[in-house]
């Protein structure tokens, strides 16, 4: 297992779609290994496939709720389907969220409440996964990454800007640019 550098925002591979996975090779089983030493070293509560430069769709999840009780996993060719966004502005302090490919900020987003995710695990088993809160959201933010989406991009206007402008003054926005943890100083 390894840690892998996670790609900052403006990678390519970040902004396009990723394609399916085919088949589920040693390879692939590689990459799910390596995505969760790396999701846990940043830490993190989610890592998808593309933003460790593999444009697959695929992502890691891991989350332990108020109880301390732990939820981890793996889903492959997710499919999600949402409830609809309950309207208005998104509450600063229970809906901020973060991203490893934005590292070090976090931006208020609403999100709906509640998902069904499907998919298959690493034995190509179907997976259906019926979550709300922030498991739920966890399964948005993810899947976006699949379809080319950062979170930022679904911020307000005015929060959008404070985004560009951080990324500006971090010489983010641009391919290549990563960070690894663990080696870097980057607080996710």
């Known amino acids: 297992m390894a840690v892998l550098p996670i790609r900052i925002m403006g ?11 085919e088949e589920i090779t040693e390879e692939v089983r590689t990459l799910v290994s390596d995505m969760f030493e790396t999701m846990d070293a940043a830490p993190g509560v989610g890592l998808a496939a593309p933003q460790v430069g593999v444009g697959l769709r695929l992502y890691t999840y891991s989350y332990q709720d108020d109880e301390g009780q732990p939820w ?10 949402m409830h609809p966004l ?15 490919s934005f590292p070090g900020e976090r931006f208020p987003l609403r999100r709906s409440e509640r998902v069904l995710v499907t998919g298959t695990d690493l034995d190509g088993t179907p997976v259906r996964i019926e979550v709300d809160g922030w498991r739920a959201r ?7 990454h699949l379809d080319g989406i950062l979170y930022i991009d679904r911020l307000d206007d005015s929060d959008w800007k404070t985004t560009q402008k951080i990324a500006r003054k971090r010489g983010w926005g641009r391919p290549g640019q990563s960070w690894t943890p663990g080696i870097d100083d980057i607080e996710a």
């Open 86 to 100: 309950v309207p208005g502005d998104p509450d600063p302090d229970e809906e901020s969220e973060g991203c490893l």
């Open 138 to 144: 966890i399964m948005q933010h993810e899947f976006d």
């Open 72 to 81: 981890r996993g793996v889903i492959i060719n997710p499919v999600l389907w």
């Open 11 to 21: 990678d390519p591979v970040l902004h396009a779609s990723a394609a399916p996975v």
